[in-house]
């Protein structure tokens, strides 16, 4: 059972899965299993075109086409007429009439030019609607806005250009209001790129140059099964009571509906198993439905798969179909049991992998998961990898895919009530978003998202999912977490949208530049300066009295960092130290050590307590100083001030801010008098800090 595995961080979960669905990826482009089809037009939009499809010659349009309704002229003619008209007094120029002989018209859809007056000699003009043909040896069309059309005593119209425009008219440029041929899309443009994802306007632009839309080829679509596995489920798709004990099957119809949404998968339902039919009768089937005829690519099982003895699941991928687990425990709530394996299976010489996500029985973790891990998998597979952008060996393709990947956008939301924390795992609390416009300080305008949880969040209760916009990153709360408790009305936290804002493929959330990435590569180089990241250092000499003192100590952190900008206590490490000695080596370990990388600001509260306490709280001061390289004392005495105002003790601790070394975190001392005036007077100013300390 997976209950043994260990419980890996979501942020590494995720990145797994991207990883081996790269080493997917990279298995098809070097194999022959890459295939595609045709599809009806209408099914077009969202699959991926399999070819470059190029306009053929002569491009669009075909011919030279009027953009105006108004007159097809030669602009020789009035090149002459503007030397005429040069040559002339003022005066004259006032009366000079620019007149056109109209000698036929022309309609959009005119296959051929209409017989006209030939013989007639001068200035000749064809009324052409907008679109229609302009014949050859035309260059320039005239608005009719700007004409008058006068009928002669011969029957013959005339075209007069109106006064006010006539000097205009005289300097109209060739090919003015004519769109030439293949001007919108020239002959040999590629219209369609291999690799692309198809939209609307590529039916428009394929039609335009007549490449017929039955013949544009698609990569076949990731095909996705769904099965549900347990003795208790019925369908029930009908509705109707169920038995005692047996309950209807809600995350077959769940998931298939999620996955559609996706646009980039075909969800097929593989059905229920019941646990009683045995590891190898389910082996047997999904293993037919994974290498069969019409197989499926990625399955996603649910239920079986926690600590139960009818919790077969992963007996069935990986004893009887040789899978291999990538992890089998995420630390998160909902979803802890879910379990990521590969089976590799050859066939024919040839390695064919499929991918299973075994997710938990509840409804919510089950959706949850599918949201988190399946559809960035889902994403990359149906979407692919520019290989052009790459090298060509594995494990640059691999990082590149997995790096590149598009997951969920992250938006920073404000909670509009308190939320307790889960002192087990960290939570993705499902919560409703609102959007209200913020100006910044550039002027430029931004969102603000506030944050309601949907109610009692159990992974059973199918109502946490309801009106639900995303999942909040809550942490893990309590002393082996974030040390606080309470998630309180006011703080903020990242909330991964169930779908993305975005529209354009520039602005869609890369793994690489996500929470997770950050939180699983923490190198400080490569990290966006956007939500800042604290580590946080409790130093005091003896056990606290108060077992919430440090709780309350965090909090104050996290609520007033929150008040001023985005940050959150990512880590927390705790000194007891008896005697200075002690200190000085326990201190600067914590500050370089692990526990501490990749955070942005480290806040090390001394709990100075009483006035003996203050030679401690001097000494924490002593040790930081001597470690620190660069120092920012002026606003080690705004972050005093600040504290003193509040608290009169605190005006006896030394704080001090600066670096270490080169690149490393910004470091801010204060005690835990006056510490939310202390935190709060440099708050706001911690990015900026940041970015002068940090070179
Ligand atoms: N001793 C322990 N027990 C459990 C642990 C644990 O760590 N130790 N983990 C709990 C967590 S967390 C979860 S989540 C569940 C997941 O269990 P399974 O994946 O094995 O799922 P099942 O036991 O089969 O089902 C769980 C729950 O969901 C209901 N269910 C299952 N399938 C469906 C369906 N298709 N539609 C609707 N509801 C379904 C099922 O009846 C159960 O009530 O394990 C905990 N246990
Ligand atoms: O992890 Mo389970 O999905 O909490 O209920």
């Known amino acids: 059972m997976s209950n043994s595995m260990p419980m890996v961080p979501v942020s590494e979960a995720i990145e797994m899965v991207l990883r081996e669905t790269a080493k997917l990826l990279w298995s098809r482009s070097t194999s022959s299993e890459e295939s595609s089809s045709s599809c009806v037009p209408s099914n077009l939009v969202g699959r991926i075109s399999a070819t470059d499809i190029k306009a053929p010659s002569p491009g669009y349009p075909n011919h030279n086409s009027s953009i105006m309704d108004g007159y097809a002229v030669k602009t020789c003619d009035l090149i002459r007429a503007l030397g005429d008209y040069n040559s002339m007094s003022e005066r004259d120029q006032q009366e000079f009439v620019l007149d056109f002989t109209v000698i036929a018209k022309i309609f959009a859809g005119d296959e051929t030019i209409p017989s006209h007056h030939s013989e007639i000699n001068g200035r000749k003009a064809i009324y052409l609607t907008t679109g229609a043909v302009v014949p050859d040896g035309y260059d320039a069309v005239i608005p009719v806005e700007e004409t008058i059309l006068l009928e002669r005593a011969d029957g013959i119209s005339n075209m007069q250009i109106v006064r ?8 109209t440029k060739p090919w003015t209001w004519i769109r030439t041929i293949g001007c919108d899309v020239p002959a040999d443009s590629i219209v369609l790129s291999r690799g ?11 039609t335009q140059v007549g490449v017929s839309l039955q013949h544009v080829r698609v990569k076949d679509i990731v095909r996705v099964g769904v099965l549900s596995t347990g003795n208790e489920l019925i369908a029930n798709a009908l509705g109707g009571y169920t038995t005692n004990g047996k309950i209807p099957d809600a995350n077959r119809p769940l998931l298939l509906a999620q996955l559609s949404t996706y646009h980039n998968c075909e969800a097929v339902d593989l059905g229920i198993v019941s646990d009683d039919e045995g590891r190898d009768n389910i082996s047997t089937k999904l293993e037919d439905a994974l290498f069969g005829e019409g197989s499926v690519d990625v399955i996603i099982t649910t239920g079986g798969i926690s600590m139960g003895e009818k919790d077969i699941m992963e007996q069935v991928f990986v004893e009887g179909m040789g899978g291999k687990i990538h992890f089998g425990r995420m630390n998160m709530k909902p979803g802890k049991p879910t379990t990521f394996i590969t089976i590799d299976k050859s066939i024919n010489g040839q390695t064919h992998r499929k991918l299973v996500f075994a997710l938990p029985g509840n409804p919510v973790s ?16 149906h979407h692919g990898v520019d290989v052009n ?21 992250e938006v920073i939301a404000t909670l509009e009530s308190d939320i307790v924390l889960d002192k087990g795992r960290p939570e993705y609390h499902r919560v409703s978003l609102e959007r209200t416009p913020v100006v910044s300080q550039h002027g430029t305008q931004q969102y603000a998202y506030q944050a309601t949880s949907t109610g009692v969040q159990r992974s059973s209760r199918v109502l946490s999912l309801r009106n639900a916009d995303g999942l909040m990153m809550l942490p893990r709360g309590g002393p082996l977490g974030c040390g606080y408790d309470v998630a309180e009305k006011g703080m903020s936290y990242p909330v991964l949208l169930f779908s993305s804002l975005s529209v354009s493929n520039l602005t869609k959330p890369r793994f690489k530049d996500s ?5 699983s590569t923490a190198a400080p180089d490569n990290k966006k300066d956007d939500a800042i990241q604290v580590g946080l250092i409790i130093c005091s000499t003896e056990e606290p009295q108060d077992e919430n003192a440090e709780s309350k100590i965090c909090t104050t952190v996290a609520r007033t960092l929150n008040k001023h900008c ?24 914590t500050v370089n050590g692990t526990a501490m990388e990749g ?20 000494e924490i001061s002593h040790v ?25 003790l605190a005006a006896l601790f030394e704080n001090v801010v600066g670096t270490v070394r080169k690149g490393s975190a910004v470091l801010i001392s204060c005690s835990d008098k006056g510490l939310e005036g202390a935190v709060g007077s440099i708050s706001g100013s911690i990015r900026h800090l940041r970015s002068v300390l940090v070179q």
């Open 164 to 171: 006010t425009k006539v000097q205009s008219v005289l300097n």
């Open 196 to 206: 692309e994802l198809i939209c609307p306007v590529h039916l428009a632009l394929l």
């Open 366 to 381: 089950a959706s949850v998961c599918t949201e988190l891990l399946v559809r960035p998998c889902l994403d990359l597979l």
């Open 389 to 409: 952008s790459i090298s060509d060996d594995i494990d640059s393709f691999v990082q590149f895919a997995s790096e590149n990947a598009i997951v969920h956008e």
């Open 515 to 519: 929470l997770h990435c950050k939180m």
């Open 566 to 589: 985005r940050a959150s206590i990512l880590r927390k490490a705790t000194i007891i130290f008896n005697d200075n000695n002690a200190l000085t080596q326990q201190l600067p370990d």
């Open 599 to 618: 955070v942005d600001i480290i806040f090390v509260v001394g709990c100075i307590g009483n006035i003996a306490g203050f030679s401690s709280g001097l």
């Open 624 to 648: 930081l100083r001597s470690i620190m390289l660069k120092k920012a004392n002026a606003l080690a005495l705004q972050v005093r001030q600040a504290a003193a105002s509040q608290d009169g």
